[in-house]
């Protein structure tokens, strides 16, 4: 195993065990009756049925996802749907019950069955987070700066407006950025090679992620595509705010059923923040940092038993609800997750390795 294997893991770890430290005094006055008599709530028929819809918004989003990477091969292949949504729906199962080694299966997976080079597909799927970055801002700043004309409350308003026109800016600065990148990739890696970094290893990393982001790019061929690519990634996102309303409102206490989209796009914010925090199987922070939010006195203020709940509840329906359907996927197209996960994991550091 490499030493990059054997110490991110760690690194995790250490700040996952100072996360629940700091927790620990929380933890100790919890009231499990309370957390059982909330979660029970969620039983009740109408709580299942809110839970139901929230899976198949889930659901839905992986099928647009598969739509959205269909726009990104049409200049090179005629992909198909049926080829592409498996895939979706394998790759995210390799991604919650792996981790991070997970993340490069749906690639992979997609470059063997359109039988396309892995370096083209990790330039699609690097491109890929930047839609999603950029959607997910862009429906954060409509949250944040249209919110007081339909009524809407929204805690800290004035800092939360300091922080819709930082991801304004940082929106601005990611296009100017991509749009170098087409034009100039190839400049920008060729200067870089020629310094002398302190590390060669990460400069050539860092060139050649730039020619795969270069690359990936260029798959956006045409306006319309750009904006097909933007409407689909927008829909992907605003149908998981939708999601995360259906399971909040699937608890039938008030401080969570009047929670809605304004509410649930800041929530989903501070999930993003802590999925950087995460392990295989278990998460960590993503689910630290809502139950944090959801239970803050200056946000929220839901109960903490509540808060758990509901924040496990998220995770569960959120990021661990496609398992059943990626492993019923994975074995009619006899793959198995760590072999891909493996196999795609060795590809990438030859990549890297390579001479250049």
Same mark, same amino acid.
């Given at each position: 195993?490499?030493?990059?294997?054997?110490?991110?893991?760690?690194?995790?770890?250490?700040?996952?065990?100072?996360?629940?430290?700091?927790?620990?005094?929380?933890?100790?006055?919890?009231?499990?009756?309370?957390?059982?008599?909330?979660?029970?709530?969620?039983?009740?028929?109408?709580?299942?049925?809110?839970?139901?819809?929230?899976?198949?918004? @889930?659901? =839905? $989003?992986?099928?647009?996802?598969?739509? &959205?990477?269909?726009?990104?091969? *049409? !200049?090179?292949?005629? #992909? +198909?749907?049926?080829?592409?949504?498996?895939?979706?729906? @394998?790759? =995210? $199962?390799?991604?919650?019950?792996?981790? &991070?080694?997970?993340?490069?299966? *749906? !690639?992979?997976?997609? #470059? +063997?069955?359109?039988?396309?080079?892995?370096?083209?597909? @990790?330039?699609?799927?690097?491109?890929?987070?930047?839609?999603?970055?950029?959607?997910?801002?862009?429906?954060?700043?409509?949250?944040?700066?249209?919110?007081?004309?339909?009524?809407?409350?929204?805690?800290?308003?004035?800092?939360?407006?300091?922080?819709?026109?930082?991801?304004?800016?940082?929106?601005?600065?990611?296009?100017?950025?991509?749009?170098?990148?087409?034009?100039?990739?190839?400049?920008?890696?060729?200067?870089?090679?020629?310094?002398?970094?302190?590390?060669?290893?990460?400069?050539?990393?860092?060139?050649?992620?730039?020619?795969?982001?270069?690359?990936?790019?260029?798959?956006?061929?045409?306006?319309?595509?750009?904006?097909?690519?933007?409407?689909?990634?927008?829909?992907?996102?605003?149908?998981?705010?939708?999601?995360?309303?259906?399971?909040?409102?699937?608890?039938?206490?008030?401080?969570?059923?009047?929670?809605?989209?304004?509410?649930?796009?800041?929530?989903?914010?501070?999930?993003?923040?802590?999925?950087?925090?995460?392990?295989?199987?278990?998460?960590?922070?993503?689910?630290?940092?809502?139950?944090?939010?959801?239970?803050?006195?200056?946000?929220?203020?839901?109960?903490?038993?509540?808060?758990?709940?509901?924040?496990?509840?998220?995770?569960?329906?959120?990021?661990?609800?496609?398992?059943?359907?990626?492993?019923?996927?994975?074995?009619?197209?006899?793959?198995?997750?760590?072999?891909?996960?493996?196999?795609?994991?060795?590809?990438?550091?030859?990549?890297?390795?390579?001479?250049?």
């Amino acid at each position: 195993m490499s030493r990059k294997r054997i110490l991110i893991p760690a690194i995790v770890v250490v700040i996952l065990a100072a996360l629940l430290w700091l927790q620990f005094n929380t933890w100790r006055r919890f009231d499990w009756s309370a957390f059982a008599d909330a979660t029970s709530r969620v039983t009740e028929w109408r709580g299942i049925w809110h839970l139901l819809v929230a899976v198949a918004l @889930i659901y =839905f $989003t992986y099928w647009l996802r598969a739509v &959205r990477w269909k726009v990104f091969l *049409r !200049p090179v292949c005629h #992909a +198909r749907l049926s080829r592409l949504t498996p895939a979706q729906y @394998i790759g =995210f $199962t390799g991604l919650a019950l792996l981790g &991070r080694p997970g993340e490069l299966i *749906r !690639p992979y997976l997609i #470059a +063997r069955k359109e039988n396309l080079s892995f370096s083209s597909q @990790i330039a699609v799927w690097t491109v890929e987070r930047i839609f999603d970055i950029g959607a997910f801002a862009i429906l954060v700043c409509l949250d944040v700066f249209t919110a007081g004309y339909f009524g809407q409350r929204l805690p800290h308003l004035g800092a939360l407006y300091r922080g819709g026109f930082i991801l304004v800016a940082l929106v601005v600065v990611m296009g100017l950025g991509a749009w170098a990148v087409r034009r100039h990739g190839q400049t920008v890696a060729r200067w870089l090679e020629r310094l002398k970094p302190l590390s060669p290893r990460m400069n050539e990393s860092i060139c050649r992620k730039i020619r795969a982001f270069g690359e990936g790019l260029n798959t956006i061929h045409d306006g319309i595509s750009f904006v097909q690519l933007a409407g689909v990634s927008l829909a992907i996102w605003f149908t998981i705010a939708l999601a995360y309303r259906f399971v909040l409102h699937a608890y039938p206490q008030p401080a969570l059923r009047h929670m809605h989209v304004p509410q649930v796009l800041l929530l989903m914010a501070s999930s993003i923040i802590g999925s950087l925090i995460q392990l295989p199987a278990i998460g960590g922070g993503s689910q630290l940092a809502v139950i944090s939010m959801l239970s803050s006195v200056e946000w929220f203020a839901v109960p903490h038993e509540l808060a758990v709940s509901a924040g496990m509840l998220l995770w569960l329906v959120t990021f661990m609800a496609v398992i059943p359907a990626g492993l019923i996927l994975a074995h009619r197209e006899h793959v198995s997750l760590r072999r891909l996960s493996e196999a795609s994991e060795t590809i990438a550091d030859q990549a890297v390795e390579a001479p250049g």
